[in-house]
């Protein structure tokens, strides 16, 4: 389910987040991460993107500076990063055109890395499932079917709002123009 693997995304990055501590290497950053991936989604392991994240100072993607398998640079009090998880090639069953059967997920945060403690997030936003989603129903729902039918014969002037016009009855946009002249 889409749903499961997003909110699994948001428990990884909260885990890289909480590994990334001065003195860690980024290497064991990406490693934790990959044995949580293997141990509890195995099924996206092979889909994940190849790096966690980059460091971020004179230029915006430090290459030398990837959480990734081979950099043994070890994360430093002060230093940024721009820690991101993703996943392609996930299929949604639940879709019924071609376009929305195959798709990807990622999530991002720009961390400060703190002495001890966790990385800070310099990002904080709401990223739960239930703060970022829109769920539309189908067009064939028997509830809409329902409320179709039964507004049919409602009549707007039953809740007091009356008949809507831009144009007044008594009075036009001329006219009070032409008043503030003489």
Known sequence: ???????????????????????VKLS??????MENVKKEKPEIADKINKNFGFAMGIEFREPGLVIGPNCDLKA???????????????TNKEAKDSKGKNIALF???????????????????KKKLKNIAIFLKD???EEEKENKDSNVDMDPTMFGRGKRSAILEQKLRTDSTTEAKD
Do not use: C, H, R, W
């Open 76 to 90: 430093k009090k002060g230093m940024v990063f721009n820690v991101n998880v993703g996943v392609t090639g996930l």
């Open 107 to 125: 999530v991002g945060d720009t961390v400060e890395v703190k002495s001890g403690e966790a990385g800070a997030l310099l990002t904080p936003t």
């Open 139 to 141: 067009d064939d729902s």
């Open 1 to 23: 389910n889409v749903q499961d693997v997003y909110t699994y995304l948001l428990g990884l990055e909260e885990l890289i987040i909480s590994k990334l501590k001065d003195g």
């Open 28 to 33: 064991e950053v990406y490693n934790a991460a």
